[in-house]
């Protein structure tokens, strides 16, 4: 972090968005690529990502005809969800009620496709620097035949430490974070928000509930509402360290589902990732460049000090707040 | 790829580079963050980093309290390596015997550095967008007192083939690729260059001698220059594809080294990747985000049509050629 920077620096937002726009496609009554037209949604509105990445009948590959030489289909199905009506929100600008309405579609939407998918991946990138190219506030929804690598290595990892602990890791690991408090950023009655021990990305949060919870419907309605007002404060935050709104990616993991849902997930703590790319400003990102593309990932700053500069932060957004 | 873009397009470089600037550390007889004068150097120059990620005496962090938090001291050096004494060109626009005079500090630092430690990371950020903060043409050397997580898995990966096999997972994987020939994009009497099968980035390629060859160092004369010329070819049709200097993050992967260096590594081949960001054209990158870092990498076009773009590029760069 003492290294003096002559590198890029990303481009400011230079145009203000407006509420309405009617050739957005993700704006109510707008008409979107394949012709059909937004409903004059309230809410939230979900619908089908025009250019899926992925599809129900992705033809298989045939058989492999080397062990170097493997293939296999990927299954599944793109959706998009819009948070909100209007395309100059955010989440930490939109009420905690608004709020409560995107965890509850959320849930459904998690219930709808789980149950023919295993995995079913809710994902935001929020803010032009990490690839979003809509800035109407919403995330996307994939669903897939498979579970993908990151699910995969996150199942490895929870049953074999409840195979030999006997609770669930991300159980045990936010009790230990309760007591060791210095990377803590915020706790709630339900919800706890920790830079973890293993962060890579600069100001990275995990955010887990305090009870076993394996997936996002068996949410409570206090769990929800509580979700809500934690989210709202953690991004506030986020907004209010550079005085931006602050670009992230952050996707919900939770136990797989599908045909073997009603198998034991015991060992799966429904959690959320955030991971925002910027480093030293508003403009200065951390790069995940040669270094760590090609041997390890390595840290300008540790969780601790990230912890500590979130926790300091005002729950007020400076947008909102008076100065 | 048919999906309209409406997202972050990147600053294109505005100020042309000047040869030589008395204020860049980087420049010959400049002088550095620490006081000290850079000689007027001719070829290649090797100086040590100024704000180093890695230090030999980096302090232990003391024993575990838990297994969820477990630690380790991750010591090393790390230096800059310029290629050239000028700061407005780049490996592409370099002479052959001027590239082969960069091979061969290579050859010698890994050589160096490999005496005391087990892995010796060279690596080059090319242009802004990969993060690198300063234009003149250089890499880095990063050695670890570890295995980092990459080369740790490709020690397993090709120590298990090999077991299996009989052979080196990589020298089998170049013959076969050889013979189906679709993500082949040049070929010469020592060396291949192809998108692997397994490709995440767009134009990913993957830099391998067709002799079974550990580490740097043990490359021949003929092999070195041909190496020198196959990189040109490769970085002129990268420079071609649209008609920019080609941003890139490449590095070596050869045996581990250290006092290990003489244990059995004949499941290892020495190989370069090349990871490049662009997708679209000079200015829209391909983002690593949501999807990706959640869950899985997914490409927007398959190895196949990369290595045909690649393959049909002229070799004589865009700014030299006549038009
Ligand atoms: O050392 P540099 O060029 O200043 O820094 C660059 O490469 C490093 C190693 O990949 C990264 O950690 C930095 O984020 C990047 O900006
Ligand atoms: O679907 P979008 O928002 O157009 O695209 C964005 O998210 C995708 C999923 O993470 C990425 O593959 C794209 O590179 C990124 O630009």
Redesign the interface.
């Known amino acids: 972090m ?8 990303e ?1 400011p937002l230079l145009t203000p968005v407006p509420r309405h726009d009617p050739h957005n496609p993700l704006c109510p009554g707008a008409t979107r ?1 394949n012709g059909e037209v937004n409903p004059h949604y309230e809410g939230t509105f979900l619908f089908d990502n025009d ?1 899926p ?1 992925l599809q129900p009948d992705a033809p298989s590959p045939g058989p492999s005809d ?4 493997q293939a296999e289909a990927a299954r599944g199905v793109c959706k998009v969800m819009c948070f909100h009506p209007w395309s100059d929100v955010t989440l930490p600008l939109m009420s905690v009620p608004e709020i409560r309405a995107v965890i509850d579609a959320w849930a459904s939407v998690t219930e709808e496709l789980g149950a023919q998918y295993p ?1 079913v ?1 809710i ?3 929020k803010g ?7 800035p109407h506030p919403h995330c ?1 929804v ?1 669903a ?1 035949s498979f579970l ?4 995969q290595r996150e199942e490895r990892s929870q049953r074999a430490y409840q195979s030999q ?1 006997g609770e669930p ?1 991300l159980m ?2 936010g009790r ?1 974070e309760l007591l060791r408090k210095d990377r803590l950023v915020l706790t709630s009655e339900h919800w706890l928000v920790l830079v973890p ?1 293993w962060a890579v990305w600069p100001f990275q949060t995990l955010l887990l509930p305090r009870r076993h919870v394996r997936r996002l419907p068996e949410l409570t309605p206090a769990e929800r509402d509580d979700l809500a007002s934690i989210m709202k404060k953690l991004l506030t935050k986020y907004d209010n360290l550079f005085e931006t709104s602050f670009p992230y ?3 919900w ?1 939770g136990a797989p589902m599908g045909s073997e849902a009603g198998a034991n997930w015991d060992h799966w703590q429904l959690h959320a ?1 955030y ?1 925002p790319p910027l480093l030293r400003s508003a403009t200065v990102r951390k ?1 995940m ?3 760590e ?6 840290r300008d700053l540790t969780p601790e000090q990230a912890a500590e500069r979130l926790r300091a932060l005002p729950e007020v957004h400076y947008r909102l707040g008076q100065k």
Chains 1, 2 share one sequence.
């Open positions: 003492k290294r003096p920077w002559q590198g890029q620096v481009p690529a250019f990445a080397h062990p170097l030489f995995w991946q994902f935001e990138n032009a620097m990490m690839g979003c190219s809509n996307q994939w897939s993908p690598d990151v699910a602990h890791l045990e690991y230990q021990f990616s952050m996707g993991h990732h991971y790069f460049v040669g270094y593309m090609l041997a390890q990932a390595q």
